[in-house]
């Protein structure tokens, strides 16, 4: 689901590219899978913190890949701090 907001990426040298829900959704299942949360509570987990994600960048123009990593860090730290600390630092880890 595309909202229509626009990201500006992290450095600001790639395009903004329009808010993809799913694509969030996606990578916080994907971080909750990475510390074996259970695949039917990672689902509801990346369901409920994408949701979260979805109200406060709706109310914005445009937002940075930046503020949404750290706003769905926050919520994610709420029901599986383990996968929030890996979607947090993916970059630094891999």
């Known amino acids: 689901m ?3 907001v626009d990201v500006v990426k992290r450095s600001g040298k790639r395009p903004t590219e329009s808010f993809d829900a799913d694509k969030l959704l996606r ?3 994907s971080a ?3 510390v074996r949360s ?4 990672a689902e509801d987990t990346a ?5 979260a994600v979805v109200v406060w960048v709706d109310r914005k123009p445009a ?3 930046h503020d949404i990593r750290r706003l769905a860090s926050v919520h994610l730290q709420r ?3 383990e996968a929030a ?3 947090e630092h993916h970059k630094s880890i891999i």
Do not use: D, M, R
Not at 38 to 41: A, I, L, S
Not at 47 to 51: F, G, I
């Open 63 to 65: 937002v940075t890949s």
């Open 38 to 41: 259970p695949e039917g509570e």
């Open 47 to 51: 369901k409920n913190v994408t949701q």
């Open 27 to 29: 990578s916080i299942l």
């Open 85 to 87: 600390y890996i979607y």
């Open 32 to 34: 909750c899978l990475s």
């Open 2 to 4: 595309a909202l229509a």
């Open 79 to 81: 029901f599986q701090p």
